[in-house]
């Protein structure tokens, strides 16, 4: 082929005055797109090469066949440090055969060809901006050819116009309109002024299709500005009505840059499908059909001094958390003293007595009593060891109940109670009671319980370490793959409010999560203060301490602030790329939260029977397990709905046999037979109702919220399974702590001002974060493109979108809910154990 080209380079060539090299260039060219007989024997015997000089802004109607071949030759003027470009454009008035048009510099080859709609139609525009090279000199005239050509025996009528492109250079802030289709796309040139390092170029549009791509390419020649190659260099995205990307000049040697817009021939990209289907094979579809109109502005974006307002005002927020916290110390200090000088001053009054004048309630009052009945005085006996019918129970002294505790100088483990018999009879006998108080389950050995507590600490830090770091190395490829490929698709920002710093893509995103960690860490201060005042206390033998109050456990507590600060770290790592692949790692913490909240409420009055760590974190690893199933495999698939809805029944219905016998039953080939033993003698021999009133009435609402739940999951399906599965965390959580709250004041325990400002702020709280929280500015859900049509502009400090002003709300409102259950009992620091109700 190169032989016989070389052999033709004198008739096929651009003219006597062009160089024999871009002659034989063109050749090539041509010979690629002659037939296969035409390049065996030589374009002499094939082609007919008709040469024409060209002027600018002249249309030439003109016809092509394979055996004819025209070149037109234009040249003009450039000078030195300036780009100069021309637009070409050709309308084939037949539009069925394939007519390729190309374009020639004296270093660049250009060439486009009328692309056809679904493999099949063409169409009849083909517009394409030439961008011609610089010069070294001073002035000079360059000459550039179009060639047109045709493989089809037919005769091709075409119209062939080049003119110069005026209105190429975009403006600051000012908006510029302009149409563009698959087969014309268009590009415009933007230089940075001076003293702007960093713009946000946005392009907007009324259609959501056809699809589009917006490119940021550097300033090089030929621009790649087809559907096939515009991803080859330079950042670009997908769009329906709205792009977004945010250019820094030091990516930019040239202080200048393209920004390229094609439209895509078919529309899966955006999640669309495809639109035309014409009912006759042949019918010709207008590329008026696949039109755009599209503005870009380009708008400067934030500068360092913004950056350093937001980062000042993130830590000013959260400092001023600590400072807050550290007055309320002080008076609750204060205050602390004050009333222990009280209680020397006058010992004759016990500490039950000076406590919060709480009066008991009789064991006739509490509960709820079935058809208004009595309880016979048996059963009063029963529940207590001590109560008089007429007046309910008398306070007695602490000096009057105190238990002298001697500890073993061995090892005490928790084994070492349950492997005796009689412990097992006596559970039996304690736990089935019908009134229950917290001393009935805070019969084991303060140091048996604080070292099974401390384990969820130290088992949530394991875990956090050998979670977090593959996290780290996985997002920091992410965003690496998107810093060198600049498909800004991989990642689902919200692009109009994303600032970028150094390597990461969305700092501001990133920067928000502080709070949690921040947060966190205070929650772990305060906590550990509380456990130094308690362990002096035990120290001196404070009889309050031992005998009062619900059993001070802090393991969980530490558990908790960890988890906390977890999540502002895996929040962070999931904002450097968010998408679909990532989003557990924003959840994974959230559940792990919403565990511990659960065990927390249990524990206070069931110290003895709570959960062990080891089974309390395999259950939340299934709970994560299941999350990554959801997420890979959930999405329509009917197999898994099913089994996952059958399962989270069976688990409700297990940890509701659970709760209501407090773990006093087996798991074992005769519960059946149990079972309906228990069906017949309490239904068929006798109706009578369920001895655990209260339990029973929280258990069969859990129950109808999960079985609701899981209703919704199996029939709706929904695409966003992380979300659901913490949406069912949340409210079991938020239910058993309404039960817990209102079972606190039917048994006549009161909230004190703390704890109720506490609980008050953080339901506020919760409220705005959660009106910002579905403001939606971005969904992994849909495609980029699609994600991109919500997002919106920074609304806080220029700096910060509707989802940080939800990190902020949600991390504050997360360390109120901790202190609300950190301070929720304190009224009964005074009261004895032995009348404090379990619920």
């Not at 009789?362 to 009063?380: F, H, K, Q, R």
């Not at 511990?596 to 009055?605: A, E, F, G, S, V």
Request: charged content about 15%.
């Amino acid at each position: 082929m190169l032989r016989s080209c070389w052999k033709s380079r004198h008739k096929c060539g651009p003219g006597p005055s062009a160089s024999p090299l871009l002659r034989l260039c063109v050749c090539l060219c041509l010979c690629a797109c002659a037939t296969r007989r035409g390049c065996a024997e030589g374009l002499s015997d094939t082609k007919t090469v008709v040469h024409k000089d060209a002027d600018f802004d002249v249309t030439y109607n003109d016809t092509v066949t394979n055996d004819v071949q025209t070149i037109y030759t234009f040249n003009h003027t450039v000078s030195r440090n300036k780009v100069h470009i021309t637009h070409t454009h050709k309308h084939c008035r037949i539009a069925s055969t394939l007519v390729t048009m190309l374009a020639t510099a004296p270093t660049k080859v250009l060439s486009s060809v009328a692309p056809r709609y679904q493999r099949k139609y063409p169409y009849a525009h083909v517009g394409r901006t030439l961008c011609q090279p610089q010069t070294r000199a001073l002035s000079e005239t360059q000459f550039f050819f179009v060639d047109v050509s045709t493989l089809s025996s037919q005769r091709v009528n075409y119209l062939l116009r080049v003119s110069r492109v005026e209105s190429f250079t975009l403006q600051t802030d000012k908006k510029f309109s302009f149409v563009a289709t698959p087969s014309q796309p268009q590009y415009f040139k933007y230089v940075f002024p001076d003293g702007v390092d960093s713009v946000i170029v946005k392009v907007n549009s009324q259609m959501n299709f056809p699809c589009s791509v917006m490119s940021i390419q550097d300033i090089l020649c030929p621009v790649y500005d087809l559907d096939n190659n515009v991803a080859f260099i330079g950042m670009y995205q997908t769009m329906t009505t709205t792009a977004a990307i945010t250019v820094q000049r030091k990516d930019f040697p040239s202080n200048s840059f393209y920004v390229v817009i094609v439209v895509k021939t078919e529309d899966e990209a955006c999640g669309g499908p495809l639109r035309f289907y014409p009912l006759q094979p042949d019918e010709l579809i207008d590329a008026g059909n696949r039109s755009k109109a599209l503005d870009v502005v380009v708008s400067p974006a934030i500068n360092s001094e913004v950056y350093v307002m937001g980062m000042l005002f993130c830590l000013g927020i959260f400092l001023s958390f600590y400072i807050l916290t550290f007055l309320v110390a002080c008076i609750e200090n204060k205050r602390m003293h004050r009333r222990r000088e009280g209680l020397l001053n006058t010992p004759s009054v016990s500490p039950a007595e000076t406590g919060n004048g709480m009066t008991p309630v009789s064991p006739y009052e509490y509960g709820s009593i079935d058809n208004g009945s009595t309880l016979s005085s048996e059963a009063v006996t029963d529940s207590m060891a001590s109560a008089d019918v007429n007046y309910g129970y008398m306070e007695q002294s602490l000096d009057s109940v105190g238990r002298c505790r001697q500890e073993s100088l061995s090892s005490v483990e928790e084994d070492d109670y349950d492997t005796l018999a009689d412990i097992d009879s006596d559970k039996n006998i304690v736990r089935t009671k019908k009134f229950l108080c917290v001393s009935d389950l805070a019969r084991k050995d303060k140091r048996v319980l604080s070292k099974k507590y401390q384990i969820y600490f130290w088992n949530i830090a394991t875990i956090a370490v050998f979670y977090a770091l593959p996290v780290i190395q996985l997002v920091i490829t992410y965003q690496t793959v998107v810093n060198v490929t600049g498909n800004q698709d991989i990642c689902y920002y919200n692009f109009l409010c994303a600032h970028p710093l150094g390597a990461l893509s969305a700092f501001n995103n990133i920067l928000s999560n502080l709070g949690y960690v921040m947060l966190g860490l205070l929650f772990l201060l305060i906590v550990l203060q509380r456990d130094i005042v308690h362990k002096r206390a035990l120290l001196r033998n404070d009889l309050a301490a031992l005998e009062c109050g619900i059993p001070k456990h802090f393991g969980l507590f530490y558990a908790m602030g960890t988890a906390l600060m977890m999540e502002g770290l895996l929040s962070a790592c999931y904002h450097v790329c968010p998408n679909y692949t990532n989003f557990q790692f924003d959840t994974s913490f959230m559940y792990m939260i919403a565990g511990l909240c659960m065990l927390k409420l249990y524990q206070k009055r069931h110290p003895d029977i709570n959960a062990s760590a080891y089974t309390a974190y395999a259950c939340l690893a299934a709970v994560i397990f299941f999350s990554v199933l959801g997420v890979v495999f959930g999405k329509g698939n009917t197999v898994f709905w099913i089994v996952f809805s059958v399962i989270h029944i069976m688990a409700t219905l297990l940890l509701s046999i659970q709760l209501y016998y407090m773990g006093r039953w087996r798991l074992d080939s005769g519960i059946l037979r149990r079972m309906l033993y228990v069906i017949y003698t309490d239904c068929v021999r006798q109706c009578s109702g369920p001895m655990y009133i209260d339990r029973m009435v929280l258990l069969v609402m859990g129950n109808i919220v999960n079985w609701s739940l899981a209703a919704y999951g199996l029939i709706e399906r929904p695409n966003d399974f992380a979300s659901y599965l913490l949406a069912i965390a949340i409210c079991n959580l938020l239910l058993y702590f309404a039960f817990y709250i209102i079972m606190k004041l039917r048994s006549n325990e009161r909230i004190q001002c703390l704890a109720l400002v506490c609980i008050i702020f953080t339901a506020v709280v919760w409220g705005f974060a959660l009106f910002f929280f579905f403001q939606g500015l971005s969904t992994w859900q849909k495609t980029p493109a699609e994600s991109r049509e919500h997002n919106r502009d920074c609304i806080l400090l220029s700096f910060f979108d509707d989802h940080d002003i939800w990190h902020f709300l949600s991390s504050i409102a997360m360390f109120g809910s901790f202190l609300v259950l950190l301070t929720m009992d304190d009224d009964l620091d005074t009261v004895q154990r032995d009348k404090i109700y379990v619920f």
